[in-house]
């Protein structure tokens, strides 16, 4: 045998040696790590599960929440309200559709139209529950059905409407029990405060959004409401309107009733009318069917800058009387034209905005103190407020509007357009009312005042104190027109 053939079976010894030693290690590796390690039979896997809490211990606004809605869903309801309409035009394209519905031969046709909101249940008599929502969800409908929180419907009836601050009552009676919203008082709010807005945006029943009170004493409201409102971020859409928006207590605060956006969809700016600027309404609507407002009997504006400045009331706060009407509460009381009303009964008045809601308020037959700044005196004035009239009769009495015409300070810009001479002072008139004494004697926007009953004016605080000299029945005004110069007679 040869040396090289010798040292095969060598080498497949040591082979084999190395590969049993290396199977007799990974078998006494394996026993090792299974004893020390104690690893048990495969399962399913489970997420690892925290001890169970209440939710109130992990965030305390998510049980208060859930409570509060629980205890308000019930009081407050789903109106859907249906309007019959008619239009004026031309007879149909469809003929026979005409001819089969019998379309009247004057062109007008009616037609049915179904609108949705909410309310609150704020008061029951027997089995008379009344609800509170808005006149604009009321509208002019001859059907309201009521839909409560338990899907349960009756059918409403409209027991009285308030347009000016955008209120309405709906009574319906059900022979069973139905939770009140307990009504809370909003002039414990702040800014930051947490709400909830409660409703049927879009006809979704029973829905629930929560956000903070935005801001106070908003103005502005559409068609000419006079509220002070809550403006909020929780959402509201179309179809909140009527519905509630409630304090973290669970008390209703504001009725929800506007929203200022692009869309149509709510981008948080919502606005509630107050609950306290409600309650009196409330009332009201029961008894008589209607909303007692009391009046003044002034024409009052916030007062310009210029006019401010004029009259030495720079810096100060309050409402501009323009005109009076004659034989009003205001008239007999002794206000007059020119007056800066600034408080009433102890009530600060901020702007005019502020006086017309304060006004409206004052109760009615009774007398109220107004502060008040006169040629730069301050006086107190009594007046006894009578209740508001219907807004057309208001404007039926135009005639009876004292002076009828507003004035400016006359500047130096003003005087180059008009061609006055620059060392004249003078007032510009800059609305002329209708149908009052000033357009009956004549008088146009434009018209420089420059005298009257031989006294210069050279202010408006001038022009206001020989317009209220109560000795004299007839002011004659000496007027710059133009490239005329005139004399205008005004009959007190």
Same mark, same amino acid.
């Given at each position: 045998?040869?040396?090289?053939?010798?040292?095969?079976?060598?080498?497949?010894?040591?082979?084999?040696?190395?590969?049993?030693?290396?199977?007799?290690?990974?078998?006494?590796?394996?026993?090792?790590?299974?004893?020390?390690?104690?690893?048990?039979?495969?399962?399913?896997?489970?997420?690892?599960?925290?001890?169970?809490?209440?939710?109130?211990?992990?965030?305390?606004?998510?049980?208060?929440?859930?409570?509060?809605?629980?205890?308000?869903?019930?009081?407050?309801v789903q109106l859907?309200?249906?309007?019959?309409?008619?239009?004026?035009?031309?007879?149909?394209?469809?003929?026979?559709?005409?001819?089969?519905?019998?379309?009247?031969?004057?062109?007008?046709?009616?037609?049915?139209?179904?609108?949705?909101?909410?309310?609150?249940?704020?008061?029951?008599?027997?089995?008379?529950?009344?609800?509170?929502?808005?006149?604009?969800?009321?509208?002019?409908?001859?059907?309201?059905?009521?839909?409560?929180?338990?899907?349960?419907?009756?059918?409403?009836?409209?027991?009285?409407?308030?347009?000016?601050?955008?209120?309405?009552?709906?009574?319906?009676?059900?022979?069973?029990?139905?939770?009140?919203?307990?009504?809370?008082?909003?002039?414990?709010?702040?800014?930051?405060?947490?709400?909830?807005?409660?409703?049927?945006?879009?006809?979704?029943?029973?829905?629930?959004?929560?956000?903070?009170?935005?801001?106070?004493?908003?103005?502005?409201?559409?068609?000419?409401?006079?509220?002070?409102?809550?403006?909020?971020?929780?959402?509201?859409?179309?179809?909140?309107?009527?519905?509630?928006?409630?304090?973290?207590?669970?008390?209703?605060?504001?009725?929800?009733?506007?929203?200022?956006?692009?869309?149509?969809?709510?981008?948080?700016?919502?606005f509630s009318i107050p609950?306290?600027?409600?309650?009196?309404?409330?009332?009201?609507?029961?008894?008589?069917?209607?909303? &007692?407002?009391? @009046?003044? *009997?002034? =024409?009052?504006?916030?007062?310009?800058? /210029?006019?401010?400045?004029? #009259? +030495?009331? %720079?810096?100060?706060?309050?409402?501009?009387?323009?005109?009076?009407?004659?034989?009003?509460?205001?008239?007999?009381?002794?206000?007059?034209?020119?007056?800066?009303?600034?408080?009433?009964?102890?009530?600060?008045?901020?702007?005019?905005?502020?006086?017309?809601?304060?006004?409206?308020?004052?109760?009615?037959?009774?007398?109220?103190?107004?502060?008040?700044?006169?040629?730069?005196?301050?006086?107190?004035?009594?007046?006894?407020?009578?209740?508001?009239?219907?807004?057309?009769?208001?404007?039926?009495?135009? &005639?009876?509007? @004292?002076? *009828?015409? =507003?004035?400016?300070?006359?500047?130096? /810009?003003?005087?180059?357009? #008009? +061609?006055? %001479?620059?060392?004249?002072?003078?007032?510009?008139?800059?609305?002329?009312?209708?149908?009052?004494?000033?357009?009956?004697?004549?008088?146009?926007?434009?018209?420089?005042?420059?005298?009257?009953?031989?006294?210069?004016?050279?202010?408006?605080?001038?022009?206001?104190?020989?317009?209220?000299?109560?000795?004299?029945?007839?002011?004659?005004?000496?007027?710059?027109?133009?490239?005329?110069?005139?004399?205008?007679?005004?009959?007190?």
């Amino acid at each position: 045998m040869s040396l090289t053939k010798s040292r095969y079976p060598r080498r497949l010894f040591l082979v084999n040696l190395v590969l049993v030693g290396t199977v007799l290690g990974f078998v006494l590796s394996s026993i090792l790590f299974a004893c020390s390690t104690h690893v048990q039979p495969a399962g399913p896997a489970r997420a690892e599960e925290l001890p169970a809490a209440p939710l109130a211990e992990i965030d305390p606004r998510q049980g208060s929440f859930g409570d509060i809605a629980e205890a308000v869903l019930p009081s407050v309801v789903q109106l859907t309200v249906q309007e019959v309409r008619s239009v004026s035009g031309p007879q149909s394209e469809r003929p026979w559709f005409d001819f089969f519905f019998r379309a009247p031969d004057n062109g007008d046709r009616e037609f049915r139209t179904q609108g949705l909101g909410s309310g609150v249940i704020v008061r029951r008599d027997g089995s008379t529950y009344y609800v509170l929502t808005n006149d604009h969800v009321v509208g002019e409908g001859d059907q309201i059905m009521v839909l409560l929180y338990d899907s349960q419907e009756y059918l409403g009836e409209v027991v009285g409407t308030d347009s000016r601050k955008d209120l309405a009552l709906v009574a319906f009676d059900a022979d069973v029990d139905i939770p009140l919203g307990v009504l809370g008082d909003s002039d414990d709010l702040r800014v930051g405060d947490w709400v909830l807005a409660v409703g049927s945006p879009f006809g979704f029943q029973s829905t629930v959004t929560a956000g903070i009170v935005s801001a106070l004493g908003r103005r502005g409201g559409p068609a000419g409401n006079i509220s002070d409102f809550i403006q909020t971020d929780a959402a509201i859409n179309q179809g909140n309107s009527g519905g509630a928006l409630v304090n973290l207590r669970g008390e209703v605060v504001g009725i929800n009733t506007w929203i200022t956006s692009q869309t149509g969809g709510s981008v948080g700016l919502g606005f509630s009318i107050p609950i306290n600027n409600a309650k009196r309404a409330i009332d009201d609507l029961i008894e008589i069917g209607a909303v &007692r407002y009391g @009046w003044l *009997g002034v =024409s009052i504006r916030s007062i310009a800058p /210029e006019i401010a400045s004029d #009259m +030495g009331l %720079e810096g100060r706060r309050g409402a501009i009387v323009h005109h009076v009407f004659r034989g009003s509460p205001a008239d007999s009381g002794g206000i007059l034209p020119g007056d800066f009303i600034t408080e009433i009964n102890s009530v600060e008045v901020n702007s005019s905005d502020e006086l017309i809601a304060l006004v409206g308020e004052l109760p009615i037959d009774e007398k109220a103190e107004f502060r008040l700044i006169r040629q730069r005196d301050s006086k107190d004035i009594a007046v006894l407020i009578e209740a508001r009239s219907d807004e057309r009769r208001i404007a039926d009495q135009n &005639r009876n509007l @004292w002076p *009828g015409l =507003s004035v400016f300070p006359l500047d130096a /810009e003003m005087r180059e357009e #008009m +061609g006055v %001479e620059s060392g004249d002072r003078a007032v510009v008139v800059t609305n002329v009312e209708a149908r009052t004494p000033a357009a009956s004697a004549g008088f146009r926007v434009g018209d420089v005042v420059t005298e009257i009953n031989g006294q210069n004016i050279d202010s408006v605080s001038a022009f206001f104190r020989e317009l209220n000299d109560l000795d004299r029945s007839t002011l004659v005004m000496n007027v710059v027109r133009a490239d005329d110069e005139l004399e205008i007679e005004l009959q007190r």
